[in-house]
């Protein structure tokens, strides 16, 4: 698997440590992730009860619901998303007990960037949704190193920033619709002369050519809310 594949991961973050926090956001974002933080282990269940992630990075030591307990709970749940856990705590049995509640993998604070990059390469190449360069919905079909886009066996040619926020919105369509103003912070990271109209061009733009393809999925704008994708009615 190209290392390529990884730009678009979804990582959730659970960590109330708001230096922390915000350096792994800062440099997961930069890493061209997708990033999610929540800070206490309710928010962590909330998050995993409604969307879907390719990587969770989880304190042990979270407010009222611990990181352990959320591990537990996910497991329980049938949850198979790979889990780092982050702690304090350099006893063996510490180490034991976290494996032990499900988590894939453990790393001591404080550590290297450089560490923690590479305990989340392992873990990605574990991660299903990561096993293949191809994204398959429905009659789409999507190569994410070559950019190429086929609908119903037909190439169809999408512009870089339309590729990117179809890709999006395949690799996320099990979460609920995304807001113009996410979308241009996760879909148009860098670009400084990308604005909310841009994103609302764009989508219009690619359901366009979806329509154009007779795909049997669109663009839809979900009033008041924002864009997914869904099957044409």
Known sequence: MRYSFLDMAKILIAEDDLDLGLGLCDWLIFSRHTVEWVKTGEDALNSLKHSSYDLIILDWNLPGISGIEVCKRFRDDRGSTPILMLTGMTETKNKTMGLDSGADDYLIKPFHLDELSARMRALLRRSPDLESDKLVLADIVIDSVSHNVQIKEQPVKFLPSEFKLLEFLVRNHKNPPFSPEVLL??????????????????????????????????????RGIGYRISQNP
């Open 185 to 222: 912070m996760r879909v148009w990271q860098g670009d400084d002369t990308a604005t909310v109209a841009s994103v609302r061009t764009c989508a219009g733009q690619v359901r366009k050519k979806l329509a154009d393809a007779n795909s049997d999925m669109t663009v839809e704008s979900v």
